[in-house]
């Protein structure tokens, strides 16, 4: 458990500082969770992002001007270590899942390594040769997954394509995150946003909402 143990550390000092600007705390599968307030109505945004990215995201959230709540979820989960000892490529489905389920926000925005708006994904899986479609050949690798604060889960490494409407925003589209699938399937309106200009598109996005 050493590697999950080192992260949990990291997550708790970095949850400490956090604590002092905003109402914070670590979930069950070590995801850091931080709640900003903004104007009235507008509903709950859950804004998903990989941990590693904590510092650009809080930095486009800065000054931001949006109505409702965002609730901002930093994921650890492609750094948490497996039982078979093989690398996680990105996140995993079980702690977006459970977040979506606890806190039922009105929209899931996931970040995404590129730019722009992801409405969708044609679906993929990971494989011990890599990604591949899904209809591919190669079974999806099935991962036992150590969390930080050491919950034991099973990943499956294969995703369903999922496709949203199209938004009236000025903004690149481009292939989104294959986790959206996960929001999608428990019926919340669910959009990848780029992490480069992660401040413009989010402001486009929340000029909406």
Same mark, same amino acid.
């Given at each position: 458990?050493?590697?999950?143990?080192?992260?949990?550390?990291?997550? %708790?000092?970095? &949850?400490?500082?956090?604590?002092?600007?905003?109402?914070?705390?670590?979930?069950?599968?070590?995801?850091?969770?931080?709640?900003?307030?903004?104007?009235?109505?507008?509903?709950?945004? &859950?804004?998903?992002?990989?941990?590693?990215?904590?510092?650009?995201? +809080?930095?486009?959230?800065?000054?931001? @001007?949006?109505?409702?709540?965002?609730?901002?979820?930093?994921?650890?989960?492609?750094?948490?270590?497996?039982?078979?000892?093989?690398?996680? /490529?990105?996140?995993?489905?079980?702690?977006?899942?459970?977040?979506?389920?606890?806190?039922?926000?009105?929209?899931?925005?996931?970040?995404?390594?590129?730019?722009? +708006?992801?409405?969708?994904?044609?679906?993929?899986?990971? /494989?011990?040769?890599?990604?591949?479609?899904?209809?591919?050949?190669? @079974?999806?690798?099935? +991962?036992?997954?150590? %969390?930080? /604060?050491? &919950?034991?889960?099973?990943?499956?490494? @294969?995703?369903?394509?999922?496709?949203?409407?199209?938004?009236?925003?000025?903004?690149?589209?481009?292939?989104?995150?294959?986790?959206?699938?996960?929001?999608? @399937?428990?019926?919340?309106?669910?959009?990848?946003?780029?992490?480069?200009?992660?401040?413009?598109? &989010?402001?486009?996005?929340?000029?909406?909402?």
């Amino acid at each position: 458990m050493g590697m999950a143990s080192d992260l949990l550390e990291r997550l %708790s000092e970095d &949850l400490e500082v956090l604590s002092l600007h905003t109402r914070a705390y670590l979930d069950e599968f070590g995801t850091l969770l931080c709640y900003l307030e903004g104007g009235r109505g507008g509903g709950t945004t &859950l804004l998903h992002a990989p941990y590693t990215e904590a510092l650009p995201v +809080l930095q486009a959230l800065n000054g931001l @001007a949006f109505r409702g709540r965002v609730l901002l979820a930093l994921d650890p989960s492609p750094l948490s270590p497996t039982l078979e000892g093989l690398p996680l /490529t990105g996140p995993t489905r079980a702690p977006l899942e459970h977040l979506l389920r606890r806190h039922r926000p009105d929209r899931l925005l996931l970040a995404f390594y590129g730019q722009g +708006l992801g409405r969708g994904f044609p679906g993929g899986k990971e /494989t011990e040769a890599g990604w591949r479609p899904l209809e591919a050949e190669g @079974a999806p690798l099935h +991962l036992r997954v150590r %969390s930080p /604060t050491g &919950l034991l889960y099973p990943e499956r490494r @294969a995703y369903p394509a999922w496709e949203s409407p199209p938004l009236p925003v000025d903004l690149p589209e481009a292939e989104g995150p294959y986790l959206g699938g996960v929001g999608r @399937a428990l019926g919340v309106p669910t959009y990848g946003v780029g992490l480069v200009d992660l401040k413009a598109s &989010l402001e486009a996005l929340f000029r909406l909402f």
